[in-house]
C-alpha cells in the first residue's frame, strides 16, 4: 500500500514539474526576446560576410525590440563559427549567419567539419543574394578576363589569386575559374576576405574572385573585369558577365541567410522570420544591399528557405566537383 502510494506520488511530482517547465517554456516564447540576440558570423570584420550582418541585424532589431549583436568566429572556411552555432543553446538568443560556405561547400570540400548543416541547425530565412566579381589591382596590366587568361596561359604558374580562406566563396570560385580556361594559376588563402582584398589592391596578388567590393571598385583601388550572374547587375551595369567575357556558364550566387541551433522553438522561428521580413521589406535596406552588388530576397517562411538550403547542397557539391577545389 505504501508503495503504491509512493509511486502516486512520485508521478504526480513528474507531471507537475513537466508542466511547469512547458509552461515555463511557453512563457520564454511568448516574452521573446527578452534580452540581446547573439549573431555569430564565421568571418572576420570588414568583410562581406560581416557587411551583409551588420545591416541585417540594424534592421531587424527594431521589429524585435532587442538588440542583435555580431560576434565574428572567424577560422578554418567558417567552420569555427559554425561549429560554435551549432553547440549554443537553442533558446532563440544564438543565431547564425548561414553561407554558401557554412551550408554547401564545406561538406563538400572537408572530410570532417564538426557539424551537420542540417540536422544541427534550423531555419530562420534568406537575406539576399550576392554574384560575386573578378577584380584586378588598380594598375594591373589586364583590362579584360581575355587578359588574364591569354597571360596565365603563356606563364603557367606564375599568376595568382587570393581568397578568404580555404573553403571560401573565393577558392571555389578561383578554382571553378580555373578548370573552366584551363589555367594554371596559384591560390593564395587568407584568413579572411578583408586581408585578400587589401593584398589584391597592394598588388601582391593578381586577382580575386569575390562578393562585396563596392566600395574598393567605387574608390578606383580594384578594376572589376567580371562578374559571375547571368545578366549584368544595376551596381555595375558596364560589367560584363562571365558569358559575355568569354567564359559561358560561369555563375556563382552567393546565398545569405539565417540560422539557428536544432531544438529552436518553432514559434520563435517564426518571429525571427518575420522580424527579417519586415527587414527586407525596408527601402533603405534593399537600397544598401543593391548598392552593395547584392540582390535582395522577397520575404519567404522558414520551411520554403529550409527546401532552398537543401536543394543549394547539392548544387553546391556539383561546384566543388567541376572546380577540382581540394583541401588544402
Known amino acids: 500500500m505504501f508503495s503504491k502510494l509512493r509511486r502516486y506520488k512520485d508521478l504526480v511530482l513528474a507531471l507537475s514539474l513537466g508542466l511547469s517547465a512547458a509552461g515555463a517554456q511557453a512563457a520564454s516564447v511568448d516574452n521573446y526576446p527578452a ?8 568571418w572576420a570584420a570588414g568583410g562581406p560576410a560581416d557587411g551583409v550582418a551588420r545591416m541585417v541585424a540594424a534592421e531587424m532589431s527594431k521589429h ?3 538588440s542583435i549583436v555580431v560576434d565574428n568566429k572567424a577560422g578554418a572556411g567558417g567552420n569555427i ?17 548561414s553561407t554558401v560556405a557554412s551550408h554547401g561547400l564545406n561538406s563538400a570540400l572537408y572530410d ?5 548543416p ?50 571560401s566563396s573565393q577558392h571555389l570560385a578561383g578554382a571553378s575559374f580555373k578548370t573552366r580556361t584551363g ?19 597592394a598588388g601582391r596578388v593578381d586577382m580575386i574572385i569575390t562578393t562585396g567590393a563596392m566600395a574598393p571598385i567605387a574608390s578606383g583601388k580594384v578594376r572589376p573585369l567580371a562578374i559571375t550572374s547571368k545578366a549584368r547587375i ?22 545569405y541567410g539565417l540560422v539557428a541551433p536544432a531544438g529552436t522553438p518553432r514559434p520563435i522561428l517564426i518571429k525571427l522570420n518575420e522580424a527579417l521580413a519586415k527587414a527586407l521589406q525596408s527601402p533603405e535596406l534593399r537600397q544598401k544591399f543593391i548598392a552593395a552588388g547584392s540582390v535582395p530576397a522577397e520575404p519567404i517562411s522558414i520551411d520554403a528557405y529550409w527546401d532552398m538550403v537543401q536543394k543549394g547542397m547539392g548544387e553546391a557539391a556539383e561546384l566543388v566537383r567541376i572546380s577540382g577545389a581540394k583541401k588544402e
Do not use: C, W
Open 234 to 255: 544595376d551596381a555595375l551595369p558596364e560589367v560584363p558577365t562571365f558569358d559575355e567575357a568569354g567564359v559561358p556558364g560561369f555563375y556563382m550566387d552567393s546565398a
Open 35 to 42: 534580452a540581446p540576440i547573439n549573431m555569430i558570423v564565421g
Open 64 to 66: 524585435l525590440g532587442q
Open 112 to 116: 570532417n567539419i564538426g557539424y551537420d
Open 183 to 201: 589555367i594554371d594559376i596559384l591560390h593564395v588563402p587568407f584568413k579572411s576576405t578583408a586581408p585578400a582584398l587589401t593584398d589584391v589592391m
Open 81 to 97: 563559427g559554425s561549429v560554435a552555432a551549432a553547440r549554443a543553446n537553442p533558446d532563440g538568443y544564438t543565431i547564425m549567419l
Open 118 to 167: 542540417i540536422k544541427d541547425f534550423a531555419p530562420v530565412g534568406l537575406i539576399n543574394t550576392s554574384p560575386s566579381t573578378m577584380l584586378v589591382p588598380a594598375d594591373s596590366p589586364f583590362k579584360s578576363v581575355k587578359d588574364y587568361v591569354d597571360h596565365a596561359k603563356a606563364n603557367p604558374g606564375k599568376l595568382t589569386y587570393a581568397s578568404g580562406g580555404v573553403g
